[in-house]
């Protein structure tokens, strides 16, 4: 691709890394199914490859490609997203460090922080991501070296202020961090809004299709890049070649599964808003939501994640989520077929007697793409 061309985010998803294979024409990059290469002499690698931990040439199309389309200058893809962030954190921080955390996020994040890293000697402290005061108050000068984001933040789908946040976590000689994952690269591009790195579970709308574990990095700063890079490899934690062709081949669709996402979400929202037994909508598109200024702003529509309460408690939530038909009871979400889970009992039970403990009448949904009719007929029969 022209370098000096500035093209659109879908030309970048399909065509950014993915160059016609220089021996056959191929049009999607080969998975190199190798773990060491031949060497032109002792010392000498053809074209950088020695091992296939270090470099792989299917992740670096990937790598590549996921660099094109969040705007950074480099990317690096791991076997999952907490694999993603454990390498970051150990590539910019030490022990005695300190770092920001939200008090609304991904219980998987939080069980890292707050039990392996915290092992290491990283100390956190949860902060509301949509108060920037609390955030900066939160700060321990000369100790913070990353303030963490979520937005919007997982469960809850509240909206954190990236450019605002940026500003206090520079201000304090930090890095703001944002997990992109609900948003996408699609979405939502925090490196253009000051952040310094970029996460993603690309298991989630990256792959699109509940086929693959893996997790991202992405940066725009080069001596940030290079220590990331050293970590990625001395650690190791590194995507594979077939995982990392499937979120390749995920990335090409990106732009029109997002679309459809969020057009199906929107109209799930608008049922929900309307059915007697729930008590509260979380989406960040409704006028009333408190970040929906914000994430008009920041964010080009609003995703398919929906949370809601209802009026029965916890012991109609369970039921609703096993009612559920073409909504499946699972974990995970961003693929193309639309999900249902109990965020308490299920990927959030790590919070439980925590500050980040969500409430046990919260049901998530990750709204698929499928004819909305049969979507808004199953939750009709589940809230029944």
């Known amino acids: 691709m022209n370098k000096e061309?500035?093209?659109g985010f879908e030309t970048l998803a399909i065509h950014a890394g993915n160059e016609p294979d220089p021996t056959t024409g191929a049009v999607v990059p080969p998975i190199y199914a190798t773990s060491t290469y031949k060497q032109d002499g002792v010392g000498g690698l053809r074209n950088g490859y020695e091992y296939s931990r270090s470099a792989n040439p299917t992740?670096?199309?990937l790598e590549e490609c996921l660099a094109a389309i969040e705007s950074g200058t480099r990317g690096f893809a791991f076997a999952s997203g907490l694999a993603a962030e454990d390498t970051l954190i150990r590539s910019v921080c030490a022990p005695g460090d300190h770092v920001v955390f939200p008090d609304d996020a991904y219980g998987g994040t939080f069980r890292l922080f707050s039990r392996v890293l915290s092992n290491w000697g990283v100390e956190m402290t949860p902060a509301a991501v949509t108060h920037p005061e609390a955030i900066r108050a939160a700060i321990q000068p000369g100790k913070t070296k990353v303030v963490w984001l979520e937005t919007p933040t997982n469960p809850l789908l509240n909206v954190a202020d990236i450019a605002i946040?940026?500003?206090?976590?520079?201000?304090?000689?930090?890095?703001?961090?944002?997990d992109n994952t609900f948003a996408s690269a699609y979405l939502q591009q925090p490196l253009e809004l000051g952040a310094d790195v970029v996460v993603h579970s690309t298991t989630k709308y990256m792959g699109g299709h509940s086929d693959v574990v893996g997790g991202a990095l992405i940066v725009r700063d080069a001596e940030l890049a290079d220590k990331i890079a050293f970590h990625q490899n001395a650690i190791g934690a590194v995507a594979g070649p077939f995982d990392s062709w499937l979120v390749l081949r995920g990335i090409k669709t990106l732009g029109v599964r997002m679309d459809r996402h969020s057009d199906n979400a929107e109209r799930v929202v608008e049922f929900l808003q309307r059915h007697q037994s729930v008590s509260q909508v979380l989406y960040p598109g409704l006028d009333g939501h408190p970040g929906h200024e914000t994430a008009a702003k920041q964010m080009k529509r609003f995703g398919g994640i929906v949370s809601f309460r209802v009026t029965g408690g916890e012991a109609q939530a369970l039921d609703i989520c096993n009612k559920a038909e073409v909504f499946t009871l699972g974990e995970s979400l961003g693929g193309v077929e639309s999900l249902i889970e109990h965020p308490g009992k299920m990927t959030?039970?790590?919070?439980?007697?925590?500050?980040?403990?969500?409430?046990?009448?919260?049901?998530?949904?990750?709204?698929?793409?499928e004819t909305i009719d049969d979507l808004l007929l199953d939750l009709e029969r589940a809230l029944s």
């Open 348 to 369: 959030h039970a790590s919070v439980a007697g925590t500050p980040l403990e969500v409430p046990a009448d919260l049901i998530r949904l990750s709204v698929g793409i």
């Open 5 to 7: 061309h500035h093209y």
């Open 165 to 178: 946040v940026a500003q206090i976590a520079h201000d304090a000689g930090a890095l703001l961090v944002v």
């Open 59 to 61: 992740r670096t199309a």
